[in-house]
C-alpha cells in the first residue's frame, strides 16, 4: 500500500515543474493544495481488457502532463476503474516519475458494485458478498442498488483502498446519496446521513481517508421543492452534528457545462438558512472544493458551442477545449473533471490549461447575456 496523501509542498512543486500551465491559472490553490483545473474522470467504459490498457495510458498521461485530480468511484467499470488507476499510480511511483504527496486522489461509495464483470447470476453474487456476510441487510439497500449504513461504507472503504494500492484516499465521496430519497423521508434520510459521516470522521482518525464530501447528480441542481433536493446547509449540520465544528466534509461534486448549468443559475440553496444563492455559490462561501463532473456531456457539447460564447474563447484549440475553459471560468469551480481513453484526447483537454480563464466580471457577463 502506497503511503501518504497530497500534501501543499509536493502539489506546489508538480504545479511549478509546468510553468506555462502554473501562469495561466491552471492549477488553483486551495486548502493548502495545488490542483489541476482539468482532471481525470473515469466512469465510462467497457468491462474488458482493452478499455484498461487505455485507461491506464491515459491516467499515466493524465499525471505526466499536468493535471494531478483524478475521480472514480467504486462501481465504475466493476472497480476495474479504481484497479487501473492504482496500477497507474504505483508504477510511476516506482519509477520515480511521481511521487504520491503530489497528486489528489478521489473516489466513492454507495452504488453497490459488481467486481470486474457483471456477474451470471446478479442475485446470487449480492447474497454470496454482501448479505452472507453481512455487510447489508436487504433493509439497507434502495431502489435495489444503494446503501450507505456505516458497515457497508466501512467495507467499501477498506475495499477502494485495496483496490488503489493506498493507504489514505485524500477525498471519499457518499455518491449520490439523494437516492435515498426516492424510498425514505427526508428526515430519515438526514439522520442516514449523520451516521454515515460518523463512519467518515472515523475513517478520518484512522488515516485512510483525508476528507469526505457528497457526489451527487440531481441533489444539489433540482428546485427546493422537488423530491430528492438536497439542502447544502443541512448536509453541513449533518457533518457538524458527526464530526463537530473541526469536521472534514470538505467538497462537493456535480454536472455542470453549457448544457447543464442549473448548479450555476438555479438559486436553490439557502446560505444561513435563508439567502438564495447557487450550488456552486453556496460551496464557495462555505469554502468548500467544487468538482464538476459530465464537464463535456460526454463529447455531445463538443461541437455545439454557442458562437456568443466562443468568441469569448478565442485562445482554445477546439470546441471541447472551450466548453472546458467555460467551466475552469466559472467562480468557485476548483476541477472540471473530463474522461479520457486516448492520448490525443489528454493532450487536447489538457492544453486548455495554458490559457488563463475569464476574469469573473466577464464570466458574469457572459451568463447574463446568455439568460
Not at 10 to 18: I, S
Not at 164 to 174: H, M, Q
Request: charged letters at 20%; proline letters at 3%; aromatic letters at 10%.
Amino acid at each position: 500500500m502506497i503511503q501518504g496523501f497530497a500534501d501543499l509542498q509536493r502539489t506546489e512543486a508538480y504545479a511549478k515543474r509546468f510553468s506555462d500551465f502554473f501562469r495561466a491559472g491552471h492549477f488553483r490553490a486551495f486548502h493548502d493544495l495545488y490542483l489541476s483545473s482539468v482532471g481525470l474522470g473515469t466512469y465510462l467504459g467497457e468491462m474488458d481488457e482493452e478499455t484498461d490498457q487505455k485507461s491506464y495510458e491515459a491516467a499515466k498521461e493524465c499525471l505526466a502532463s499536468g493535471a494531478n485530480v483524478i475521480d472514480s468511484a467504486i462501481n465504475y467499470r466493476a472497480q476495474r476503474s479504481e484497479r487501473i488507476i492504482g496500477k497507474a499510480i504505483s508504477d510511476l511511483i516506482q519509477s520515480q516519475k511521481l511521487k504520491r504527496e503530489e497528486i489528489f486522489i478521489t473516489t466513492k461509495g454507495g452504488f453497490i458494485p459488481f467486481d470486474g464483470t457483471y456477474p451470471d447470476d446478479p442475485v446470487k453474487y449480492f447474497q454470496e458478498t454482501y448479505l452472507e456476510s453481512g455487510i447489508l441487510t436487504t433493509e439497507d439497500v434502495i431502489q435495489g442498488c444503494h446503501a450507505m449504513t456505516p458497515r457497508y461504507l466501512e467495507n467499501q472503504v477498506e475495499q477502494s483502498l485495496r483496490n488503489l494500492g493506498l493507504g489514505t484516499i485524500d477525498l471519499y465521496y457518499l455518491h449520490n446519496p439523494e437516492t435515498q430519497l426516492e424510498e425514505i423521508s427526508e428526515q430519515e434520510f438526514y439522520l442516514r446521513l449523520t451516521k454515515a459521516f460518523e463512519l467518515l470522521e472515523q475513517k478520518v482518525s484512522e488515516g485512510k481517508i483525508r476528507w469526505y464530501g457528497t457526489a451527487t447528480w440531481n441533489g444539489y441542481r433540482i428546485s427546493h421543492e422537488s423530491k430528492g433536493y438536497l439542502s447544502l446547509h443541512r448536509v453541513l449540520e449533518a457533518a457538524i452534528q458527526a464530526g463537530g465544528t473541526k469536521h472534514h466534509f470538505r467538497a462537493i461534486q456535480l454536472p455542470y457545462n453549457l448544457g447543464m448549468p442549473e448548479a450555476f443559475v438555479n438559486q436553490n440553496q439557502f446560505w444561513e438558512g435563508k439567502e438564495a444563492i447557487s450550488a456552486i455559490e453556496f460551496a464557495r462561501r462555505a469554502h468548500l472544493l467544487t468538482f464538476t463532473s459530465a464537464s463535456l456531456l460526454q463529447g455531445r457539447l463538443a461541437g455545439r458551442m454557442p458562437e456568443k460564447v466562443r468568441s469569448l474563447f478565442t485562445n482554445c484549440s477546439s470546441q471541447a477545449a472551450c466548453a472546458l475553459q467555460f467551466i475552469r471560468s466559472t467562480p468557485g469551480v476548483t476541477t472540471a473533471l473530463v474522461g479520457m481513453k486516448s492520448l490525443a484526447h489528454v493532450s487536447e483537454n489538457l492544453a486548455v490549461g495554458q490559457a488563463p480563464p475569464l476574469a469573473p466580471e466577464a464570466f458574469v457577463n457572459l451568463f447574463t447575456a446568455k439568460a
